[in-house]
């Protein structure tokens, strides 16, 4: 029942000025709001709706960047595997390997990351049900590494369209490991904008009220200075100087519902 | 931005007796927790799964029961309608009208209703998107009542389970009417023990705490002496003896929620 | 193992001289393709989207025409009952008394059109598992009335989107009543044009012909010689100059789907 | 406007020996009923529920053994790939290559797949629309490769349970490429089983008589000679020895779907 920790940054490391920056105004957030932040962002995007899209910095490159924030700001950080090859090196840096939702039960992905002995993110599938996290969690606990986070993102709910079910999370929480929302990507409309996903932004802070007055151990919002131009999920990344009241508003209902 | 009223009672108006020691409970917590309490039962199930499911006291004696109701405790009442000929004598007792789900857009009766000039609880069809209630407002309001209140209780998600979409509370709050969550009927699952519904009573308190977090103007719980062997509803309702807790705890949410 | 029976006539009944024009092609249509043909037409939408949409001709005026195409043209006669009070009156007239899919589970009304011997097609409600239709069934037996078509016409799937879920025919079937596949609403889109219901005409036939080969006892079309500038259901209905190849094309896959 | 193509055989490459007694029936199968036949088995499973469930025999192993199909009974073979490292290799071997459902967005195993010039099945996400496979297939694309697949095997419609949209293979096949329907992956129930999923094999008949009465170039059937004891997807395989009467009354509807 400790205070929720924050995961937050933007989609994608766009390039160490734009990380230091956001890293820089994120360690901020954490001293004067006095809470834990793990830095986000992403070195690849594995899974675009289409080829034509941005994909990244590269791995090498931002791993780079990630250990650099860390660093200089001492904040952990948290990037994504979309491989078990990737996991080794990535291992080596981050605080925190992340399982893509749509990954979430590659057994060889889980396993390899699982086996780096850091904490691992596993977003729940959208095609999957909350009471089937456990053999998820299962696949990483056989390698002996228990530092494992559920993350709730939302479920498919016809097409184009997800849908935050709020009792995904008293579910997960029933294995004993902590449980994690995400925000930004459950306002996801995947593939809502023909050849990129839409999202509709103003529903994060709508949904994470409601994920933390239910009881989360943390929540995950994407955030960048420009949204509207950023490279990826810009639909429903909230602006990085609305971040300081979101999460104020937000400490409010997590220590109200932790209180006794 | 006023505190949240409660809706309550028994889905069923079983007899007299177990009105009345209900809304005397219903009537303490009212007072020893400063919130307002609306009573609410029915005297007709309309539509169970079974036809041989009990259905209920009937109209005449379930009006002359509420109505005391009123009298004694001083409690407004609620009870639903089901064809437009039962809403003026309904009228004439209750403080609020209650159209059921399935029967939302059944154009005669949401007239007859409005045509009371009471105040109207319209619950959300499972069928229904959140965008599409102001079509439904706008039949009532075509009768010149303004006094209706838009309900959530959850969409079909598949076969036998609603999900409670949170989104759905703003979403139907930009028409400018109040918004209600019904908690216990969102955990029901339909159809779902064979010849009648299921429902798991203990998400009932997690989605309440959800609502008030992203804000709503009314919590409906129905709740029982002894849920377990009500005639209806009985997986979903609240055990009568837990609603002050329950309440009390809500009140935090709906105060940080309202809070500027 | 019958050939199929098609249910088929415009959304409402606009007029005698429409109503007549109509009837009169699927009369041909009958005798040309040795088809049996329920004229299906109805007097009253008692749930359109808006409260201004067009509600259709009224009961008595309705009643006289659909009598006037069972003599003219021999056809049966099919239409809908929105309260019990209907049920008497139209039972006197329509060989097919239809239960919406909004008031399938309505105990009164299963209970008032099941007592007029009738026999009765009752639409599965959108929210409901194919599994819980012999509840509805049941309480329409219970009057002593097993004349009982259980029909599908789509299921929640999302927001404003139904889809066709060909499982539910055998399903059904298991009940031992005839099964009806509804073509032109499985592909509506409920409120999709803000203010009434979107569809997807070109998809009817499509579905049509899944259901035959799955095996189902008819199929119910709506059709309209000017679909486009229907009162209600225009983008759903197949034009009335289609029909004839349409239903050809159907019975090809019926008489597969049922030899030996 | 060819006949479907039969892509056949167990969910996993057991042994050479139960490999080459599958695959001598779906031979004789392919020569008595005058249907072109794909053989297909995976080398591993790399997403079970549980990690404790058996992965299969290995990609060495398995590419020797379906080579050896290949050669001994002249079907061209089809195999599925995790990662994009194994597309060379694989490709080397098979005629198909096939991506998974929950991979069916990720950009490397698209592009790897697509350079092997090899044909590609590319599964539609069980969280994806159908008209969002474009994109997918433009990946695959960009590689110069134009033998692309595309397959429905149904989508996410509640926890556990899938549903068909018939509507998706005409949406799909606006693409220009063929469009295939998986018959027994339609019909499993995702972590149904607690942990492994479940299924319901006698609807994969149901379904595969509706796909091809709407019109596709290839059904996709898992048999198996003893399906309630083989290693994975057991619940929804075929048994073998009623594959020809299945193919037979397949072929039936897709003659007819394609008469002019």
């Known amino acids: 029942d400790l205070p929720f920790t924050l995961i937050a940054g933007p989609c994608q490391i766009e390039s160490r000025a734009h990380t230091m920056e956001v890293a820089g105004v994120l360690a901020r957030l954490s001293r004067e709001l006095g809470i834990g932040v793990i830095y986000k962002s992403s070195f690849d995007k594995a899974n675009r709706t289409s080829a034509s899209a941005a ?110 079910d709020m009792r995904s999370l008293p579910i997960m929480a029933e294995t004993g490991y902590p449980v994690v929302f995400d925000a930004t990507h459950s306002v996801q409309q995947p593939g809502g904008m023909g050849t990129s996903s839409g999202g509709e932004r103003r529903f994060a802070p709508v949904l994470a009220r409601a994920a933390l007055a239910v009881g989360c151990a943390a929540v995950f919002i994407e955030c960048h200075p420009d949204p509207d131009n950023a490279p990826s999920d810009g639909p429903n990344m909230i602006p990085l100087d609305q971040m300081t009241a979101l999460v104020k508003r937000l400490q409010g209902f997590d220590a109200l519902a932790k209180a006794p």
């Open 55 to 164: 994909r990244g910095i590269g791995m090498a490159e931002g791993l780079k960047i990630l250990s650099e924030v860390r660093d200089v700001f001492g904040l952990p950080v948290l990037t994504d595997v979309h491989d078990a090859a990737q996991c080794g090196p990535v291992g080596e840096v981050v605080d925190v390997l992340q399982i893509p939702a749509f990954l979430c039960r590659q057994t060889d992905l889980l396993l390899a990351a699982g086996a780096t002995g850091k904490a691992i993110n596993v977003k729940k599938g959208q095609f999957l049900a909350p009471w089937d996290m456990k053999n998820v969690a299962a696949k990483i606990a056989s390698t002996g590494n228990e530092k494992i986070l559920l993350c709730e993102r939302g479920a498919s709910f016809g097409y184009n369209t997800l849908v935050s």
